[in-house]
């Protein structure tokens, strides 16, 4: 079966990076992309950008184009999420997420079918 | 980029209730929309994919329609394990947004 594992909780000061790591199993992991999605304490869900895991393309959210890095390692099956400038801000459950893929009628689609278990980044000085 | 913007963004229902949430999008995506569950301490739950169709293992009390620029998802008759935020989410052209959420509440 499909799983995501992600990495451990991180506490950083401001103006600090995060990378965060994602562990796919159960697929072949070039097939599917990741996508990266955050929710703040007492927000909702954000987009963040995707990989596509057989080429590294990626597409960040323009909110974040500035300040996040989205890599792959195909040969061990991990996508990761690296935030850099962070500030109180950035205090978030940061999940990610992959697709089956599933096409009907003729058109493709690309739902967020499998997550991560979220990972608590806390910016605090 | 792409607004979404969904409603309401709370309501309050009992169970057995039938419950429409909202989304619409600043321009077209044609069908590219899903729908999702959230319950906190929790990752969220694909309901709803292409606009309309089910999810597997999805209960059919859920549904959703729309195509363009305007969505609705549909709870027939609210159960108890329904209460949580409900999020729709755009993928068209290589990019997604989240609408902002509707949290449904027990009246």
């Known amino acids: 079966q499909v799983q995501l594992v992600q990495s451990g909780a991180e506490v950083k000061k401001p103006g600090a990076s995060v990378k965060v790591s994602c562990k796919a199993s159960?697929?072949?992991?070039?097939?599917?992309?990741i996508h990266w999605v955050r929710q703040a304490p007492g927000q909702g869900l954000e987009w963040m950008g995707w990989?596509?895991?057989?080429?590294?393309?990626?597409k960040y959210s323009e909110k974040f184009q500035d300040r996040v890095n989205m890599t792959r390692d195909i040969s061990v099956g991990t996508a990761d999420l690296e935030l850099s400038s962070l500030a109180s801000e950035d205090t978030a459950i940061y999940y990610c997420?992959?697709?089956?893929?599933?096409?009907?009628?003729?058109?493709?689609?690309?739902?967020?079918?499998?997550w991560g278990q979220g990972t608590l980044v806390t910016v605090s000085s | 980029a792409i607004q979404m913007t969904q409603s309401p963004s709370s309501l309050s229902a009992s169970v057995g209730d039938r419950v429409t949430i909202t989304c619409r999008a600043s321009q077209a995506i044609r069908q590219n929309l899903a729908w999702y569950q959230h319950k906190p301490g929790l990752a969220p739950k694909l309901l709803i994919y292409?606009?309309?169709t089910l999810h597997s293992g999805v209960p059919s009390r859920f549904s959703g329609s729309g195509s363009g620029t305007d969505f609705t998802l549909t709870i027939s008759s609210l159960q108890p394990e329904d209460f949580a935020t409900y999020y729709c989410?755009?993928?068209?052209?290589?990019?997604?947004?989240f609408g902002g959420g509707t949290k449904v509440e027990i009246e």
């Open positions: 997420a992959t697709t089956g893929g599933y096409c009907s009628g003729g058109s493709c689609y690309n739902p967020l079918d499998h």
């Open positions: 989410l755009q993928d068209y052209n290589y990019s997604s947004t």
């Open positions: 292409a606009a309309s």
């Open positions: 990989i596509n895991a057989a080429n590294g393309y990626t």
């Open positions: 159960g697929y072949t992991f070039r097939m599917y992309p």
